[in-house]
């Protein structure tokens, strides 16, 4: 275990190194973070405007900014985009220079995640500072609420890690899966939160929300943050839905994980 | 005990099949047609521990399907392997610690940084003790001269210098088994002759157990004294060098170089004329008749010089490989086809 914390310790510093060629790509990416959030925010905040309540899904446009900027934060911290690597690693023959090492891919993938991370966030951070003065949100967190978000957020970066890794080995059957990973991405922004609070969603389409994992990448965090989530029983609920899901993500990623090297074809080298 | 045991080893890959246009790409859609592609059928040989073994085969023979499966990278369709007491596609860590594959298109360097970054990580991946880190570190750059390159950023290296770093990651842990898929691709014969000359060495110093893949047949005659020949999934040949051409081309070349022009002997008859340019001639003969045949050409005919040499070894090989004749001079399908047919029974 030593050893693998040493070893991802080296590659993560490694990645950061690559990252830092790159300083051009990581302030567009940063740019890129705020303009879905920002562009919704200002489409709810017509919708609010034009109420005769000036509400929107129940919130006030303070709120609403609360709601978006949060999700602008929630959806840098927990980004994943394996399922657009793994198809070029497979199809370009680069995964086989990975299997030959006695070290899992998945480690150098989650030392670039969090490397971009890292990276990025001396862009992100006074754009997010910049984005507070232009939207002046309104949070109604307590403490308490802020620190489960922040445990929230955590276990939503690795439940959506976990998950977009195990669609991303898809790739060893198909070897190019951009199409699933734009599906994943599609219901992660509608059902997931990030288009619109979940409250706004129509019943029957609530219910479908609640049977999938992807409210707790990024609405369930949010909802703590901006302290619209205060009954503790769906705290807890919530708490143990997202753990639950990452159990098993991780259980899927182990039994994919080897029927995918046993399919394994080593195309391209 | 041998440290590479392979049994009835075979790899069958199935692949889609459609004519070429549009019309056959829309029928693909709903209809797909496949076919099943034995790329490796029932191979089974072994190899003792320091042995270097030449790999040898056309395009498609199966040469890196089989070191892929032996690498752990690919599963087989069938049969059984063992290397260093591991089944390889088990890939278990204690395994591919001790193993290493070069692939000479493929690259494990940190292609951003500089050369030295991407060593400071595989010592860490796996996870060399701080000494044997620095001292085998030190060895592979002295012997592969790649100390002016190591502050270079890898994609600014060139093909030459490139591979002799991907050779250097690839012995940094120091494996007892090396799996070289065409090593010298792509480089300069100055640079090929070194890095043939350094896996030599290594194979001297370590006692590493060493296959190769080249089609470069001088990698194979310098550094091997086995090899394997292996075409269509199918072993042709296994055996020492010395004896390749016994087997598959029992010929001799008799070169001549005539005294004056002669323009009415019937070389044909002493066997096939593979040259005749002025007072130049050159005879493939079967082995066995080539010392009659040199006989009755000094009692024939006025002769300057007379040379009896075995064929060269690429010719050996294309010519086993039939359509792979290219470059052999008077090789044509009819003469190779019969050679294959005989070895492989």
């Known amino acids: ?69 949060m999700i602008m934060i929630v959806g840098h911290v927990v980004a994943a985009w394996d399922t657009h690597d793994m198809g070029f690693y497979i199809r370009t023959g680069r995964m086989s220079g990975m299997l030959l090492k006695p070290m899992l891919p998945l480690w150098k993938s989650l030392a670039g995640n969090l490397a971009y991370k890292i990276c990025t966030l001396v862009f992100v951070g006074p754009m997010w500072i910049l984005v507070v003065f232009l939207i002046h949100p309104q949070f109604d967190c307590k403490p308490w609420q802020v620190a489960l978000g922040l445990v929230a957020l955590v276990m939503a970066f690795a439940l959506n890690y976990c998950l977009t890794y195990v669609i991303a080995l898809v790739a060893f059957w198909t070897t190019k899966l951009d199409a699933v990973g734009e599906l994943y991405f599609g219901l992660s922004m509608f059902i997931g939160g990030r288009f619109y609070p979940l409250d706004a969603l129509p019943h029957w389409l609530r219910i479908f929300a609640d049977c999938l994992p992807f409210q707790y990448m990024a609405y369930f965090p949010a909802e703590l943050f901006t302290g619209h989530m205060t009954d503790p029983a769906l705290i807890v609920r919530a708490f143990v839905t997202q753990a639950a899901w990452i159990v098993g993500a991780l259980i899927s990623f182990r039994i994919f994980w080897s029927a995918a090297v046993k399919h394994y074809s080593a195309v391209s080298g | 005990m041998p440290q590479i ?41 072994s190899v003792e521990q320091g042995e270097i073994v030449g790999f040898l085969g056309p395009n498609g023979a199966g040469k890196t399907t089989t070191l892929k499966m032996l690498s752990g990278l690919l599963h087989p369709t069938s049969g059984e392997a063992r290397v260093l007491g591991h089944i390889p596609w088990k890939r278990e860590p204690q395994y591919l610690r001790r193993i290493s594959m070069l692939m000479g298109q493929r690259s494990q360097m940190q292609w951003d940084l500089p050369v030295m970054d991407s060593f400071y990580v595989h010592g860490a991946i796996y996870d060399l003790p701080k000494d044997q880190y620095q001292s085998t570190l030190d060895e592979l750059i002295e012997l592969l001269d790649i100390k002016s390159i190591l502050k270079k950023q890898v994609r600014t290296l060139s093909l030459g210098e490139r591979m002799k770093c991907e050779i250097a990651v690839s012995l940094l842990h120091r494996p007892s088994v090396l799996f070289l898929d065409e090593p010298t691709i792509g480089v300069d014969i100055t640079m090929q002759t070194r890095i043939r000359k350094f896996i030599g060495e290594y194979n001297r110093k370590h006692g590493a157990t060493i296959i190769l893949t080249s089609h470069y047949m001088a990698d194979v005659t310098a550094l091997c004294r086995r090899i394997i020949v292996i075409d269509h999934g199918h072993i042709l040949f296994d055996g020492q060098l010395d004896d390749l051409s016994e087997k598959l081309a029992p010929f001799k070349v008799i070169k001549i170089d005539l005294d004056r022009d002669i323009s009415n002997y019937d070389f044909a008859s002493l066997g096939e004329v ?50 792979g004749a290219a470059g052999v001079p008077g090789a044509t399908e009819s003469t190779s086809e019969p050679v294959v047919e005989e070895v492989a029974k």
């Open chain 1, 1 to 69: 275990m030593r050893h693998l914390f040493r070893a991802f310790g080296v590659i993560l510093k490694t990645e950061i190194n690559v990252m830092l060629q790159y300083r051009g790509e990581i302030v567009l990416w940063s740019v890129w973070g705020l303009v879905n959030p920002l562009v919704l925010y200002a489409i709810f905040k017509a919708g609010a405007q034009s109420n005769a309540d000036g509400k929107m899904a129940g919130l006030t446009v303070p709120q609403i900014a609360a709601y978006y900027f």
């Open chain 2, 5 to 45: 045991q392979v049994d009835h080893l075979s790899k069958t890959f199935k692949v889609t099949e459609r004519e070429g246009g549009v019309r056959a790409a829309m029928r693909s859609l709903i209809r797909r047609k496949y076919k099943s592609v034995a790329a490796v059928d029932r191979v089974s040989f």
């Open chain 2, 274 to 323: 593979l040259l005749r340019e002025g007072r130049k001639v050159e005879i493939r003969v079967p082995k066995g008749s080539a010392p009659a045949a040199a006989e009755r050409i000094l009692s024939d005919l006025p002769i300057q010089d007379l040379t009896i040499e075995d064929p060269p070894i690429e010719h050996v090989i294309a010519k086993a490989f039939g359509g």
